[in-house]
């Protein structure tokens, strides 16, 4: 008896700490969710066309939806197939991440940066940091199988260095075989190294 008076009581001190929706919740729940049945049962075939409508209205049937264009990548400028979109207008398509994050960096330099203070930053820092030095670097990387092609290691800190410097001679910049891959150490050990 003293069990069951225990559980008694606790459900008492939780009901009086509930709120009165929950407790009126409680009491009616079994009879809301049959009426909610009971009305779902008798307008089944109204209530499944006001889903219909809506769908049609909020979404668009899909033989209404006009036909692809073709416009044209904004980095690689190749021909793309895209659902034309009526709110972004001159909305820049891209065929994939990579050419949308090349497209975004270039397109996001200069005075069009919000970082932009008036070109302070010297010609050749910013050369260093383009998107086509950076792909120049990894295709030198790949050729070399990320292997220092002075002493063959493997696990260091790699540098993309020009075989005929990067100032003297500006159109052998971004040629890969202008490039070999050497790492800090070797580097250092350059004529070129730190405008010697």
């Given at each position: 008896?003293?069990?069951?008076?225990?559980?008694?009581?606790?459900?008492?001190?939780?009901?009086?700490?509930?709120?009165?929706?929950?407790?009126?919740?409680r009491?009616?729940?079994?009879?809301?969710?049959?009426?909610?049945?009971?009305?779902?049962?008798?307008?089944?075939?109204?209530?499944?066309?006001?889903?219909?409508?809506?769908?049609?209205?909020?979404?668009?049937?899909?033989?209404?939806?006009?036909?692809?264009?073709?416009?044209?990548?904004?980095y690689?400028?190749?021909?793309?197939?895209?659902?034309?979109?009526?709110?972004?207008?001159?909305?820049?398509?891209?065929?994939?991440?990579?050419?949308?994050?090349?497209?975004?960096?270039?397109?996001?330099?200069?005075?069009?940066?919000?970082?932009?203070?008036?070109?302070?930053?010297?010609?050749?820092?910013?050369?260093?940091?383009?998107?086509?030095?950076?792909?120049?670097?990894?295709?030198?990387?790949?050729?070399?199988?990320?292997?220092?092609?002075h002493?063959?290691?493997?696990?260091?800190?790699?540098?993309?260095?020009?075989?005929?410097?990067?100032?003297?001679?500006p159109?052998?910049?971004?040629?890969?075989?202008?490039?070999?891959?050497?790492?800090?150490?070797?580097?250092?050990?350059?004529?070129?190294?730190?405008?010697?």
């Open positions: 008896m003293a069990v069951g008076s225990s559980i008694l009581t606790i459900t008492l001190q939780e009901e009086s700490e509930l709120t009165y929706s929950q407790r009126w919740y009491k009616n729940k079994e009879r809301s969710l049959a009426k909610m049945r009971e009305y779902v049962e008798k307008n089944k075939k109204a209530i499944s066309e006001y889903k219909h409508n809506w769908c049609l209205e909020n979404r668009g049937d899909r033989r209404d939806r006009p036909k692809k264009i073709e416009v044209l990548c904004g690689c400028r190749k021909t793309l197939l895209v659902q034309p979109n009526i709110d972004k207008k001159n909305q820049t398509h891209y065929c994939n991440l990579k050419c949308r994050n090349l497209g975004y960096s270039e397109n996001k330099k200069g005075s069009s940066s919000h970082f932009w203070k008036g070109g302070k930053t010297k010609e050749s820092k910013l050369l260093r940091v383009s998107a086509k030095y950076k792909q120049w670097r990894v295709k030198v990387f790949q050729r070399d199988k990320y292997t220092c092609q002493c063959w290691g493997e696990n260091c800190y790699l540098h993309a260095h020009h075989i005929k410097a990067f100032s003297d001679f159109k052998l910049r971004y040629i890969v075989d202008n490039g070999l891959t050497l790492c800090v150490d070797c580097h250092r050990e350059t004529g070129t190294w730190g405008n010697k």
